[in-house]
């Protein structure tokens, strides 16, 4: 069987942005907080690929074209509910450009063979997974993070990343970058 990648085409979040959320990283029992190089904004999962496929992927991303613009965190919030809660995120504002590019990314996916992603896009950073976490907490939580909004955030390019699970969760690792230009 050929090797594969688990890749995923992602935004970066400057690293003084990610030491502002770092600070929010408290208050939840057993969560497991991203480190500040994990921290970054999904613009589409490709999950594991063949190499051949993920060249072909690289060939279409390369073909994005896009002005830069800026992006602003906004709110939290969590994924699932209950005792079924699995993540603590940081949203980001309404953006008609940030929803273009994941789009193009999507679009570079279908053109390199893969299926369509079912799910709704909804940008976000990720701040920390959960397993059986107190959903009070995870209330407070929110309920304490939920004024958060960083400063405009300027995006003059997006990555393509691989993904290693390690004894504390996920690495990631920038196989390409891709420059917006006007």
């Known amino acids: 069987m050929a090797d594969m990648i688990r890749l995923f085409a992602a935004l970066a979040i400057p690293a ?4 502002v959320l770092q600070t929010r990283q408290a208050g939840v029992d057993g969560a497991r907080w991203r480190p500040l190089e994990a921290l970054h904004v999904t613009l589409r999962f490709y999950g594991d690929l063949r190499e051949d ?11 994005i074209a896009q002005p830069p613009f800026e992006i602003v965190l906004q709110g939290a919030g969590s ?3 209950g005792a079924e809660i699995e993540a603590v995120w940081a949203g980001v504002a309404d953006n008609p450009a940030l929803t ?29 997974y959960l397993r059986r976490a107190d959903p009070v907490q ?12 960083s400063p405009p955030i300027p995006v003059a390019s997006f990555g393509l990343y691989s993904s290693f699970q390690g004894k504390d969760g996920s690495y990631y690792r920038e196989e390409a970058a891709y420059p917006l230009t006007a």
Not at 110 to 122: C, H, M, N
């Open 16 to 19: 003084e942005i990610g030491r």
């Open 138 to 149: 995870v209330a407070a939580w929110i309920q304490a993070n939920n004024l958060l909004k």
């Open 100 to 128: 273009r590019l994941a789009k193009a990314c999507e679009a570079a996916a279908r053109r390199a063979g893969l299926k369509p992603d079912p799910r709704i896009y909804r940008p976000h950073v990720t701040l920390a």
């Open 79 to 81: 994924f699932a509910d």
């Open 53 to 63: 496929v993920a060249r072909d992927l690289d060939a279409e991303l390369l073909k």
